[in-house]
């Protein structure tokens, strides 16, 4: 009988201090390795260097600006990316701690 009465207070708990410490290890997991996918440390490290390190008489700075000039529209899309990504997490997690009120409340509406 004592189970029945602690019940809410595991659920309560489990619902709102284990698993959103386990989902934010997982989305700071997530977020590390999309930023890895995308390359965008490298892109961000080699901002200034030729795109194919193409180094012929010439061609160094017509190489450079062609390099800033891709990989300035290949960080702008993979910061787009990235904010996308944050904003379905956050979206995520404000409706998984919104979940059980809405249950509570459709019970009491007719």
Same mark, same amino acid.
């Given at each position: 009988? =004592?189970?029945? !009465?602690?019940?809410?207070?595991?659920?309560?708990?489990?619902?709102?201090?284990?698993?959103? $410490? %386990? !989902?934010?290890?997982?989305? &700071?997991? =997530? @977020?590390? %390795?999309? &930023?890895?996918?995308?390359?965008?440390?490298?892109?961000?490290? $080699?901002?200034?260097?030729?795109?194919? @390190?193409?180094?012929?008489?010439?061609? !160094?700075?017509? %190489?450079?600006?062609?390099?800033?000039? &891709?990989?300035?529209? !290949? &960080? +702008? $899309?993979? *910061?787009?990316?990235?904010?996308? =990504? #944050? %904003?379905?997490?956050? *979206?995520? $997690?404000? #409706?998984?701690?919104?979940?059980?009120?809405?249950? *509570?409340? +459709?019970?009491? *509406?007719?």
């Amino acid at each position: 009988m =004592l189970f029945y !009465v602690e019940l809410p207070f595991i659920f309560l708990r489990f619902w709102f201090l284990e698993v959103p $410490t %386990s !989902v934010f290890k997982f989305f &700071i997991f =997530l @977020n590390k %390795s999309f &930023i890895q996918l995308v390359s965008l440390p490298l892109l961000i490290k $080699t901002f200034f260097r030729p795109w194919k @390190n193409e180094y012929r008489e010439g061609l !160094v700075g017509f %190489s450079i600006v062609m390099g800033i000039f &891709i990989k300035l529209f !290949v &960080i +702008l $899309t993979d *910061i787009f990316m990235l904010l996308v =990504l #944050l %904003s379905l997490e956050i *979206i995520t $997690t404000i #409706l998984f701690f919104c979940f059980p009120f809405a249950v *509570i409340l +459709l019970l009491f *509406i007719k």
